[in-house]
């Protein structure tokens, strides 16, 4: 985009409203570094909520991804024992789900300020020494 200067103000287009200008500034609200955390009961309530669905969901992916497997591997292996079937829809599933899991607990983490929190401490505790 190109910008115009006009008696010291910088506008996108000539003659409108500056971009630097106070019309433009005020509803911009002050920022802050203070986001919900864990801590808070309530940002806490819908992170784990969030965090339960998306579990709800990646556990009907697992099962679909281990009849999937499971049907590859009669579609064209042939004649499965029951021991082959229940292995490898466990072993196929519960990785899935395990990785969704791990996955959703790193999103987790990171989403509510918990890793900042971790490294402003390790930051902290490294200036001691």
């Known amino acids: 985009m190109r910008l115009f200067r006009e008696k010291g103000k ?3 287009i000539p003659g409108k409203v500056p971009l630097d200008g106070p019309a433009c500034n005020r509803h911009m609200a002050p920022m802050t570094d203070d986001e919900p955390g864990l801590n808070d009961a309530d940002y806490s309530e819908f992170a784990w909520g969030r965090f339960r669905r998306n579990l709800k969901w990646m556990a009907a992916a697992s099962i679909v991804t281990a009849a999937t497997a499971v049907a590859w591997m009669h579609y064209y292996g042939g004649g499965l024992t029951i021991a082959i079937t229940l292995a490898t829809a466990l ?3 519960l ?3 395990m990785a ?3 996955m959703g ?4 983490s990171s989403g509510s300020g918990h890793d900042d929190d971790v490294d402003a ?3 902290d505790s490294a200036t001691r020494r």
């Open 10 to 12: 910088v506008s996108a």
């Open 91 to 93: 072993g196929v599933g």
């Open 95 to 97: 990785t899935v789900f």
């Open 100 to 102: 969704a899991a791990l």
């Open 105 to 108: 607990l790193v999103f987790l």
């Open 121 to 123: 401490q390790g930051k």
